[in-house]
C-alpha cells in the first residue's frame, strides 16, 4: 500500500469510528513485515500505546477494562435481552463531535475517557484478546466497526436478521478468546461446557435467523419478479457518495440522507417523478467499503439482487473525494462478486459543485465517458432525469401491433409496459401504435396471431 493509500485508510476508519459516536484522540501507526500470530503491535508501540489507554501494556495481565456502549450492548444481546436502539443518542453525540477539532495527533485525554481502539487491519481472536489485555479497554478491528455501524443503522426487518448473522459469525470465534468468554464461563462454573453451550446457542440462533431470512427473501423474490417488466436503474457505490441525495432528487422520496458512512442500509424502490409510462422504477442501495466484511456482502442479497436485475446501474462517485479512484475500484470489484458486471452501467462523477473549475476540466478529460453532476443542483438533476429516460428509449422500436378483441386483457399490460402513442379501435381488434424494448414486442409477437406486429421503425 502507497503511503497516500494508508494514509486515506486511516483517514477513512476514523470517519468510520466517529460514525459510532466515537471522537479520535491519537493515531499509532506501525509498519510490520509480518504480523505475530499473538501481537499486532511490537513491544515498544504496545507500551506507547498502553501508556494511553492506563493499561499495563502486559497482554498477562487482565486489567479491569472500561466498558464501552457496544460492548455493553452486546454482552446484553448475548445474555438474550433487548436492548432498545440507540440511534437518537448517538445522532446528538455526532452532531457535538462535529463540532469538536479533529483530535488527530493531540495529546491523549484523561485516560478514564478512552474507550476504543481500533485498528485498520484484521485481526486474530488471539491477537484482540492480548491487545485488549494489555490496554485494558476495547478493541475492534475494521470488520467489527463496520458491523458495529450496519447494526446500528439497521431498521427493516430483513436488514436487521441480516446484520445479527454477520455479527454472530463474526463474534463466535472470539467468544472463546476474549477475556469477556471467560469471564462468562467463571461465572457459570462449568468451563468448556459452558463455552460449548455459547457456540450452540450462536448455531442455533444463526439456523434460526437464515430460515427466517429465506421466507423474506422469497417473498421479496416474488416482488421483485412482478416488477420485471418495469425498467429498473439502480444506484449503486461507494459509502457516502451521494446515492440517496440522487434518490430523493430523482424520485421525490424522503430517503435518509446524512454525511455519515452506511446511511442507508436498506433498499428503497420508487418511480422515477415526475412518472413516464411506461414508468422507470429507481432503487437506492447500500453504500460499498473497502474491505466490506465478507459476510455483509453475501447477507445485503436482495439490496444487490435488486442490483444485479436492474436494466442500468448508475455508478455514484464522489468527486469531491481525493480517493475516488481507489473507491471506484472497490465498487467494481464487489459488482463482480455479485454478478451485477454484466450490467449495464454509467458513472455518475457526483458533488461536481465541491470542485475547482480546473478540477473538473481536468476529470472531464480523464473520464470523457462519465457524467458528470451535483445532486445539489437541480437542472443537473433534470438533465440525469433525461439521460435515464434516454438510455431506455435508444433501445425503443417503434411497432403497430393489432390486439385481437379476444386478447384485449393485454392492452392494461401494454399500457403499464411500453410507450402507447395511440390505439385506433377497427372491426379485427385494436390496432396500437407503440414503441418499447425488442425483446417486448418480440414476446408480443410470439403471443399474438402471425402478421399482428407490423415493425414501423428499428432502434432509434
Ligand atoms: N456538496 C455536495 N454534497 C453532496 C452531494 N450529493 C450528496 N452530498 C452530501 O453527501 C453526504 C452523503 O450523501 P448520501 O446521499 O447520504 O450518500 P449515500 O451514497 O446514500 O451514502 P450511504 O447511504 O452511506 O451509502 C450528505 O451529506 C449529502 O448531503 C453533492 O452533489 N454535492
Ligand atoms: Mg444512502
Known sequence: MSELDFEASLDELERLVKTLGYRVVSRITQTRGTLAPTAVLGEGKLLELAALTGGSGDAGVEVERVKDKARIRREAIEAGKTVPSEDEDDDEDDDDLNDEPNGQGAPAADTEDLQLIAVDHEISPSQLRNLERATGITVLDRTGVI???????????????QVEIARLRYESPR?????RGKERQAGRGSGEAGLELDRRKIRDRIAELKEQLDALQKEYSVRRAQRREARRVALVGYTNAGKSSLMRALTGSDVYVENKLFATLDTTVRALTPE??????????????????????????????????????????????????????VTREVLTEIGAHEVQSRLLMNKVDCLTDEALLALRSEQPEAWFLSAKRPADVADLRQKIIAFFESSYVHAEVLVPFSEQRLLAEMHATMNV????YEEAGVFVDLRCEAQALERLRETLPEGSVTLLETAS
Open 147 to 161: 458491523i458495529e455501524i450496519f447494526h446500528r443503522h439497521a431498521h427493516s426487518r430483513e436488514a436487521r436478521m
Open 175 to 179: 467468544v472463546r478468546a476474549s477475556p
Open 276 to 329: 413516464v409510462e411506461p414508468r422507470i422504477l429507481i432503487s437506492d442501495t447500500v453504500g460499498f467499503i473497502k474491505k466490506l466484511p465478507h459476510d455483509l456482502v453475501a447477507s445485503f442479497k436482495s439490496t444487490l439482487d435488486e442490483a444485479s436485475e436492474a436494466s442500468l446501474l448508475l455508478h455514484v462517485v464522489d468527486a469531491s473525494d481525493p480517493s475516488w479512484p481507489a473507491q471506484l475500484a
Open 421 to 424: 402513442l395511440g390505439t385506433r
